[in-house]
């Protein structure tokens, strides 16, 4: 425990959710291994998404892609957030002033802002293209910018043990 | 407009925090030392259980290993005991004072590795 971190997480760590995580046999190993299950299949939606708008898989229907594997990308997201909260709960006080942690936190926020505005403003534009029709360059800005920020987001996350 | 963003995210995010103290790369191996003595308090939890211990020369608070594995090993909570003897042999920390981390220890005649 450290007092250097804000009251909030301190408390988080100290609560009886926090202890039992702490004590647990298998818990914390079980969401030590579900984060990287769920980082898995985040990482293949996010993939299959980001190639495509980038340019790759170009005889498929970007609009079905999207569906599909939207659809991955949440499942897996919910995943990383439920065990990574346990995680974190664990030792919350500790990680939240780890500057590995911070950094990550920051890139997850521009990964979703991506996606968001991705979201809001090209998916809609490219969802009934047809297939070999090219995309519009924002999506593959978007695509590539995501495939980037992502790949450090993992990079990131297994720093934090080391710093 | 988005790498500028980038840059100064990872700027902003390595400036002024305070590094901890986890994996081996902050645990001198060229120092190794040994610590006997009572266990003064043992935490028997997660990500690693840690033992405090009266050594001859000072306590040392003593990192073990995730509970799991200690467990599989032999080297369970009662074994992990308050008042107990060990032999706790591993490297200091470059990080925290008095703090090391133990490659092996051993409880009543009996050796537990730690990695």
Redesign the interface.
Known sequence: MTD?APAIFVALEASAWGNT??????L??AANVGHILSLVVFASGIAVIDLRMAGMLAATAPGQILKVFRRVVGIGFLGLLVTGSILFT??AS??I???MF??KL??IA?GLLNITWFEFFTAPKVRDYPPLKALPPEAK?AGI?SLA?WFVVAAVGRS???? | MKRTLVVLTIGAALTGAAFAHHGWGSYDAAKPVTVTGPILAAKYENPHATINVKGSDKEWTVTLAPTFRMTNRGATADIIAVGKTVVAFGYPSTVEKDEMRAERITIDGKTYEMR
């Open positions: 250097a995580i702490r004590q647990s046999t298998w914390y190993m664990a030792e500790h990680v002033t780890n500057p911070q950094f920051a890139l521009l800005t910018v920020i934090i043990a080391y710093f």
